[in-house]
């Protein structure tokens, strides 16, 4: 995927992440964020860290959810602050060293993140260890065929996630005895040539990206997996 420095440089200001996701339409597995919060809140949560919590707003749902208590974490201090901003405690924190007891949270919440942590194997450690005995982890990551159609078209490749539909949970029962995956296909829904190269540029791909003109709505298949994991 993308290389840690690149990745700060990316989130420092929330333009970007906030373009990617105004493209997305659930599909007929529905929505994967309405997806891990009906997991969360199934499993009986009360209190709830996300790492990479972005904007805030799958937070924000969280706590309107039900009486949970949410602290939302990023190594942006952007999107920390940003966050903030909608009422919810969050602080920066680094994935790879939680600076939390052992056994502090009924749930943890990693969304689309997995795959910047150079750490994988250490970020998973210090997950399992905040966990409480019958915690719950639920991770979202996307597939190497994700947009695959588009990014081919424009000149691109497929990403090929370091976490993802394919690797990811390999990498999760190294950690976690029960992980149970659900695949969710989705679109991404641009309105011309324009939006299309709008949205490829919010990455950081060394490509220059080159469509061809459309001026009628197109349609991109997505892949999204959800990892629901317990000891």
């Not at 997995?114 to 966990?131: G, I, Q, T």
């Not at 078209?153 to 659900?182: D, I, K, M, T, Y």
């Amino acid at each position: 995927m993308e290389d840690i420095g690149t990745v700060h440089q990316q989130y420092l200001t929330e333009e970007r992440l906030e373009a990617r996701r105004g493209f997305w339409q659930p599909g007929p597995e529905g929505d994967p964020a309405t997806a891990a919060l009906d997991a969360i809140v199934a499993s009986g949560a009360h209190d709830v860290l996300e790492l990479g919590c972005g904007t805030g707003a799958f937070a924000a749902r969280l706590r309107a959810a039900g009486p949970i208590r949410v602290l939302a974490s990023d190594q942006s201090e952007r999107m920390v602050a940003v966050t903030r901003q909608r009422g919810v405690e969050a602080r920066v924190l680094d994935a790879t060293d939680l600076p939390m007891p052992d056994d502090s949270y009924d749930a943890v919440a990693a969304l689309w993140m997995l795959y910047h942590v150079a750490d994988r194997p250490r970020a998973l450690s210090e997950v399992r260890r905040v966990l409480r005995p019958d915690g719950v982890f639920v991770a979202i990551t996307i597939g190497s065929d994700h947009l695959a159609d588009l990014r081919v078209e424009a000149g691109g490749a497929p990403v090929q996630p370091g976490f993802s539909s394919e690797n990811g949970e390999e990498q999760l029962r190294a950690h976690f005895s029960e992980v149970v995956r659900s695949d969710f296909r989705t679109r991404a829904v641009f309105d011309d040539r324009a939006a299309a190269l709008t949205y490829l540029d919010t990455g950081h791909d060394d490509v220059r990206w080159e469509l061809p003109e459309f001026d009628t709505p197109r349609e991109y298949a997505g892949h999204v997996t959800m990892f629901v994991c317990r000891d």
